[in-house]
């Protein structure tokens, strides 16, 4: 089985710029959710989706970030315009069923350097 | 909050058990138990998990409080490869809209030496 594929794996990006990445769950998994972790900070949860609808978008920090799943397969997170303190690792995470029934596949993250 | 505490390092040698402590006093009926870790560099990597009973994988042991406010995760023979943060973790599971959302805390970096 394909695990959770996040790419791009790094990105440097000047601030103001846009930067979108993206996180491929495994197939059939319905649950998605994106996870950061700031320099120094713990690892932090942005959003949960359900198929293509955001169950929960509670951990997103402000309307510069945008995520979206269009036909509940893939889904992207948009950072627009990029601030300095966006930098940091995003995590994916999918899951079959709900996650504390089971346990979360991650991905290895994608790493944000904001300049 | 799901709330867990655990200490912030702990060291082991290889070939020898490791047993990681958690303690979750606040802990409700339906909250479930997770262990997650993170080698270097990667994403976080599910381990085991448990609602009441002592559960058991290829990869650990979880053992339970009869009260449930700890648990231990076992790993039964450490090897360099299990060096990594260990993260408790009670899944929010109040239905709703944050059905399932982690909370990590700093977590448990654990050493092993050859």
């Known amino acids: 089985e394909a695990g959770v594929t996040q790419f791009p794996s790094h990105s440097v990006i000047e601030k103001g710029q846009t930067v979108t990445l993206r996180c491929d769950p495994i197939?059939?998994?319905?649950?998605l959710y994106w996870y950061r972790r700031v320099m120094g900070k713990e690892i932090k949860f942005l959003l949960h989706?359900?198929?293509?609808?955001?169950?929960?978008e509670s951990g997103m920090p402000n309307n510069r970030f945008l995520a979206e799943r269009t036909g509940g397969t893939y889904s992207t997170l948009k950072v627009q315009p990029a601030e300095l303190e966006d930098s940091g690792v995003y995590f994916c995470?999918?899951?079959?069923?709900?996650?504390?029934?089971?346990?979360?596949?991650f991905g290895s993250g994608t790493r944000l350097t904001v300049v | 909050d799901a709330k867990t505490t655990q200490p912030n390092s702990m060291e082991s040698n290889e070939e020898e058990p490791v047993h990681l402590p958690c303690n979750h006093s606040?802990?409700?009926?339906?909250?479930?138990i997770h262990w997650y870790r993170q080698l270097p560099s990667q994403g976080p990597e599910y381990v085991i998990h448990?609602?009441?009973s002592n559960v058991n994988n290829r990869m650990a042991s979880l053992a339970i409080a009869e009260d449930r406010k700890s648990s231990t995760l076992i790993l039964h023979r450490a090897t360099l490869r299990d060096a990594a943060v260990y993260y408790c973790?009670?899944?929010?599971?109040?239905?709703?809209?944050?059905?399932?959302?982690?909370?990590f805390g700093q977590g448990t970096i654990l050493t092993v030496h050859p």
């Open positions: 995470a999918s899951s079959q069923v709900a996650g504390w029934l089971a346990g979360y596949t």
């Open positions: 197939s059939g998994h319905d649950n």
């Open positions: 989706f359900v198929k293509e609808s955001k169950q929960d």
């Open positions: 606040t802990i409700s009926g339906t909250d479930y």
């Open positions: 448990g609602l009441t």
């Open positions: 973790i009670r899944p929010f599971n109040a239905g709703g809209t944050s059905y399932g959302k982690l909370t």
